[in-house]
């Protein structure tokens, strides 16, 4: 199954009813306590998950948002967000801060993950590139490992690696799986 092209087609409205809907959805895991969020802003011509409002969601509760930064070739260094940070597009698309504070990845309480593709196992598939599976080799043991995605799982993802992290909860519009 293309899952990209699943998500390139999905209408308009339908694409901001289900980034909503799995925002909502988020605050049903055990995130009260928690203080510092990484959250990934989408890829627009990707039609990653609008992570808009979960980002003002975080932002009304007062939690800390942390967003990455892709810094060389598989490497992503993160930075505290505020209100008056400024974003900038990178060649991939991508909005990153600019100006802000780094923050180490030990210091993450949630880490937000986006994903292709996620199997009933908590295994998931990005576009290839790694960056994520070796930022979270150095997040703490117990930072949850939330994925967002569209559609729900597939059976079983046949090539994982060593480096892969099992996620801890994957939330789509309709539920939340746990793993």
């Known amino acids: 199954m293309n899952f990209l092209q699943l998500r390139q ?21 055990p995130v009260s306590g928690k203080t510092r969020f990484h959250l990934f802003l989408p890829i627009r011509s990707k039609k990653e998950i609008d992570t808009a409002y979960l980002q003002a969601e975080l932002r009304k509760r007062g939690k800390e948002i942390v967003i990455p930064r892709v810094v060389g070739k598989g490497e992503l260094k993160h930075y505290l967000t505020t209100p008056e940070t400024r974003f900038i597009t990178s060649p991939w698309g991508i909005p990153e801060p600019e100006g802000a504070e780094e923050v ?27 960056y994520y599976d070796r930022f979270l080799q150095h997040c703490r ?16 993802i ?22």
């Open 9 to 29: 087609n999905l209408a308009d409205t339908t694409y901001q009813a289900a980034s909503k809907a799995i925002a909502e959805r988020v605050f049903h895991l």
């Open 104 to 130: 180490p990845p030990e210091s993450l309480d949630v880490v937000f993950i986006p994903l292709l593709a996620f199997d009933a196992g908590g295994h998931r598939v990005g576009y290839g590139g790694g």
């Open 141 to 156: 043991e117990d930072a949850l490992r939330i994925g967002l995605s569209f559609f729900g799982p597939v059976p079983a």
């Open 158 to 179: 046949e090539d994982l690696h060593d480096g892969d992290l099992q996620m801890h909860y994957a939330v789509t519009p309709e539920t939340i799986y746990e793993f």
